[in-house]
């Protein structure tokens, strides 16, 4: 098994900047085959929504519209932990924000199933 566990959410006004932490803990083998990981969101009433994802063992990663621009997604291979920089806040990005992960390979793309989840950490953007 593996844990994710997130940190660093909060409340800001909007225009500020957070940055999100996501640490994997667990069997070492499981956490060796996650090779993409992402970040979700979901606002209360509203359906979950793929932030972004990147490739552990690379570059390549994947923002939706509403973030281009403003969140960068990175991820430090020696610590385990994943990341999510958000600049540029609005209201709107205010949600519970989840940290995921996935073993095994194919696409990385928030579309795909996830095989291991956080508890999320909140994020408040007031206007």
Request: aromatic residues 14%; charged residues 15%.
């Amino acid at each position: 098994q593996v844990q994710l566990v997130e940190s660093g959410g909060g409340s800001v006004q909007a225009g500020g900047s957070l940055r999100l932490s996501c640490a994997a803990f667990g069997y070492t083998y499981n956490i060796y085959n996650i090779y993409c990981m992402g970040w979700f969101r979901q606002a209360p009433g509203k359906e979950r929504e793929g932030v972004a994802t990147i490739y552990t063992g690379g570059d390549s990663t994947y923002y939706a519209d509403s973030v281009k621009g403003r969140f960068t997604i990175s991820h430090d291979n020696a610590k385990n932990t994943l990341y999510l920089q958000m600049n540029s806040l609005k209201p709107e990005d205010t949600a519970m924000y989840y940290c995921a992960a996935r073993i095994g390979g194919g696409l990385c793309y928030p579309g795909v199933d996830f095989t291991y989840w956080g508890q999320g950490t909140q994020v408040t953007v007031s206007s």
